[in-house]
């Protein structure tokens, strides 16, 4: 198992892409713990099968727009595994509207959780990587922050910005061992892509060279790959995951 001994932060992980790749961190041999902030059943779920594969699970009720739970999540991991090595921000939430109708509020929510959220945590794990010397962090943004889409200005910046942020920690915490990467998915048939408008995944379709949806686990393994010492020379970088829809 590639992760064997290390502990992990998954964002969001009780559903869709997080849950999967919380799952594959666990079969690689990763300990894990995840937040949660309204599906605390869901999360437990997760947590249960990641005990079932041997390794130690947390969840945790943490608000990623929250500063002081990011830091409050990180010590109380840091207690129950003795180690933390990997972050992988995933938490995020869509509030689609074209720009000429879209509210101060669905604006700044979107922001908070999708990109303050993802710094909250970098803050408060990257002075423990810093000391350690070693440390992963993966990003999961979209292809969506490389190109925009109709409709979703919030959300596309918000990625955009993952990216950005990206390469600036990896920047400046290179020198300590750390690797900081993101991946960016295109449609990834989750749970909440299934009862989308037909119409919308014909869409997506047409654009995938691959001709089909994305699966959660196709984003999880490239995830997991990251955070081996098979990527260990790789840093800075955004790898798309999106079956050819960027092209």
Not at 63 to 81: G, I, L, N, R
Not at 178 to 196: C, H, Q, R, S, Y
Request: a neutral charge; charged letters at 25%; glycine letters at 10%.
């Amino acid at each position: 198992m590639i992760l064997e001994g290390m502990a992990s932060i998954v964002t969001g992980g009780s559903l869709g892409i997080g849950a999967a790749i919380a799952l594959d961190l666990a079969r690689n041999g990763a300990d894990v713990a995840l937040n949660y902030r309204k599906h605390k059943e869901e999360a437990e779920k997760i947590i249960a099968e990641v005990e079932k594969l041997g390794r130690k699970g947390l969840a945790v009720r943490a608000d990623v727009s929250s500063f002081s739970d990011a830091q409050k999540m990180v010590d109380e991991v840091k207690e129950k595994f003795g180690r933390l090595d990997i972050l992988v921000n995933n938490a995020g939430i869509n509030w689609d509207g074209v720009i000429w109708k879209m509210a101060e509020d669905q604006w700044d929510t979107v922001i908070s959780i999708n990109l303050k959220g993802y710094f909250n945590y970098i803050r408060a794990t990257s002075p423990l990587f810093r000391e350690q010397k070693s440390g992963k962090i993966v990003n999961v943004t979209s292809i969506n922050g490389l190109r925009g889409n109709f409709g979703q200005s919030n959300y596309s910046a918000a990625k955009a910005g993952i990216i950005g942020l990206t390469k600036t920690v990896a920047r400046e915490l290179g020198k300590y061992g750390v690797n900081v990467n993101a991946v960016a998915p295109g449609l990834i048939e989750t749970d909440m892509m299934k009862d989308a408008p037909q119409n919308v995944k014909d869409a997506a379709l047409q654009e995938i060279v691959l001709g089909r949806l994305g699966q959660p686990e196709e984003v999880a393994h490239v995830v997991t790959f990251l955070c081996s010492e098979a990527a260990r020379h790789i840093t800075g970088e955004v790898i798309r995951v999106d079956g050819g829809q960027y092209i």
